[in-house]
């Protein structure tokens, strides 16, 4: 099984400022099926990210996703209120062999 | 508009059965997968399964293999998941989310809370 590491647990920032989240894999992972999530509270988890680098439909251009083998990262240059959440990476190795990040919290400074 | 609308929460004890729904709307049912995801404070998120209505492919992570059962009925554009006998460790929230491929979700459903306790 493929352990995805974030860090920081948590990012304590202001609006306006850059949101900089890292992913690591125990593994590579590959073909960049790699995939980020934001998680709001009471809410379920919305797709932002997919194949490392690929925003969703109806994804504001201040997210963007980079990285490949075992190091992606996800950046958000401009943090809107709306953006205050927790956010998740995942790894699809094969269906069966899918695993999840244990989350990183932005949070309001 | 794509939805996935999921059974409302439920409470039960330890040894009982039961079975949470996921209807699909506004995009062809048959034609994507619907995967099973549980939410706990202690572990995150995990995957759980999926399956592909159009003929019923199923497969399984191996922690919930054997665990629990997913099924889907593609004639009313919903997907299953169902325990036959809860434990208090299956207390949380659970997931139903599409996908094209299986490699990612793109919508979710609004999650169904289980609390299974004595």
């Known amino acids: 099984e493929i352990v995805l590491t974030q860090s920081p647990g948590t990012l304590s920032l202001s609006p306006g400022e850059r949101a900089t989240l890292s992913c690591r894999a125990s593994?590579?992972?590959?073909?960049?099926?790699l995939a980020w999530y934001q998680q709001k509270r009471g809410q379920a988890p919305r797709l932002l990210i997919y194949g490392a680098s690929s925003r969703a439909t109806g994804i504001p251009d201040r997210f963007s996703g980079s990285g490949s083998g075992t190091d992606f990262t996800l950046t958000i240059s401009r943090l809107e209120p709306e953006d205050f959440a927790v956010y998740y990476c995942q790894q699809f190795l094969g269906s069966s062999r899918v695993t999840f990040g244990q989350g990183t919290k932005v949070e309001i400074k | 508009e794509v939805q996935l609308v999921q059974s409302g929460a439920e409470v039960k004890k330890p040894g009982e059965s039961l079975k949470i729904s996921c209807k699909g709307s506004?995009?062809?049912?048959?034609?994507?997968?619907i995967g099973w995801v549980r939410q706990t404070p202690g572990k995150g998120l995990e995957w759980m399964g999926i399956?592909?209505?159009?003929?019923?492919?199923?497969r399984y992570s191996p922690s919930f293999q054997g665990q629990v059962t997913i099924s889907a009925d593609k004639s009313i554009s919903t997907a299953y998941l169902q325990w036959s006998s809860l434990k208090a460790s299956d207390t949380a929230m659970y997931y139903c989310?599409?996908?094209?491929?299986?490699?990612?979700?793109?919508?979710w459903g609004q999650g169904t809370l289980v609390t299974v306790s004595s």
């Open positions: 399956i592909y209505p159009g003929d019923s492919d199923t």
């Open positions: 506004g995009y062809s049912f048959n034609t994507y997968w």
């Open positions: 593994q590579s992972v590959s073909g960049s099926y």
């Open positions: 989310a599409r996908s094209y491929d299986t490699s990612y979700f793109d919508y």
